[in-house]
């Protein structure tokens, strides 16, 4: 396999610039290399990048349409829900139909990181992150934890579903009763819980209501149904699903790729490829402490300045869990994650 040319510092500057010009409607001279001449390519309009596969992307114009274009060299990233600015081939190229000149400024972005890639964008412009979990194959909390760190850093509301709740009478009751307890905890620190299930279609109504009116992303563990609460948010597209192997367990990942979709009665959502670990190792410590929104009251108050909140004396965290200040099993689970910062290792990536 051949290898990739660097680009020079003189080129990045080149290429940044005249991606710059045609956000600004400037004309750029010269040929695309890979792609069109600029007087084979239509007037430039604006669209909203519906999915992203390599170097291609499907981009929804202003009346609806669907095109997959590919992309100039100026973007150096492009992600599902990015705003852009793209032109219509006069013939389409290999299926190919047009190009995508620039991207807008995001208004957020959630990001995760990949141990060959850095911190890799997942999905742009969202206003609100749904992250379910689910009774089967395995209610995991340390998960949702990572999730709502990954979710104050952007800025972006964070809303936990339990799904698949028809399961509940399945397992044990001091099961049930541990995730009660569990998201009774996040409720008490005031974070929206909802429920749902698409068998039985209890909270499917709530949900919709709570999409409405946002660009929102579903994020979670394979298996935990994310694309069969999608089936029943909208019927029509009749997304692939499967079921938790018996085998092993674990959920069978079914959405290969960030896709964005719309509710009939307003709100966008983005559905995207399931994980089994959010890795958290590109933040700080300081970065993980507050995506804890609960320890606010207490940092700043430990015995000792480079206090790492694990086993440290005078540790105002340990003492306020000891004293059920704070929840003991949150602080556990974010002395788990402060324990993995460096653990930058493949089991933090997406399951692809």
Not at 81 to 106: C, F, M, P, Y
Request: charged share 25%; hydrophobic share 35%; net charge neutral.
């Amino acid at each position: 396999m051949a290898k990739t040319k660097k680009l020079t510092e003189g080129q990045q500057r080149r290429i940044k610039a005249n991606h710059d010009k045609r956000l600004q409607g400037k004309s750029t001279k010269g040929k695309d290399k890979v792609q069109w001449d600029d007087g084979d390519l239509g007037a430039p309009e604006q669209g909203t990048i519906i999915s992203r596969f390599g170097q291609h992307a499907d981009v929804e114009n202003n009346q609806g349409e669907v095109f997959r274009c590919n992309l100039r060299r100026s973007i150096s990233s492009l992600v599902c829900g990015d705003k852009v600015l793209w032109r219509l081939g006069n013939e389409t190229q290999h299926s190919i139909t047009g190009i995508i000149e620039a991207v807008h400024e995001r208004d957020s972005v959630l990001s995760r990181p990949d141990v060959y890639d850095g911190v890799k964008p997942i999905a742009a412009n969202i206003s609100q992150i749904l992250i379910v979990s689910s009774v089967l194959p395995v209610f995991n909390s340390d998960i949702i934890d990572r999730y709502l760190v990954a979710a104050e850093q952007t800025g972006i509301t964070p809303v936990i579903v339990l799904n698949k709740t028809d399961l509940l009478d399945s397992i044990s009751t001091d099961e049930q009763a541990a995730i009660k307890k569990q998201l009774q905890i996040y409720q008490d620190i005031g974070y929206q819980v909802l429920y749902a299930s698409s068998k039985s279609r209890e909270g499917i109504n709530e949900l919709k209501l709570q999409l409405a009116q946002h660009t929102s992303i579903f994020v979670g563990q394979s298996g935990v149904g994310k694309s069969t609460l999608v089936n029943a948010l909208m019927p029509e597209l009749g997304i692939l699903t499967k079921e938790v192997s018996e085998n092993s367990g674990l959920g069978q990942h079914t959405t290969t790729v960030a896709r964005l979709y719309h509710f009939m009665q307003g709100g966008d959502l983005i559905d995207s490829p399931g994980i089994r670990e959010f890795g958290l190792w590109h933040l700080t410590p300081k970065q993980v402490c507050h995506g804890f929104i609960e320890f606010s009251d207490f940092l700043g108050l430990c015995k000792f300045r480079d206090c790492k909140h694990q086993s440290d004396p005078g540790c105002a965290l340990i003492a306020a869990g000891a004293d059920d200040k704070i929840s003991p099993a949150r602080l556990a689970s974010f002395q788990r994650i402060l324990a993995s910062l460096n653990d930058n290792t493949l089991t933090s990536r997406f399951n692809n």
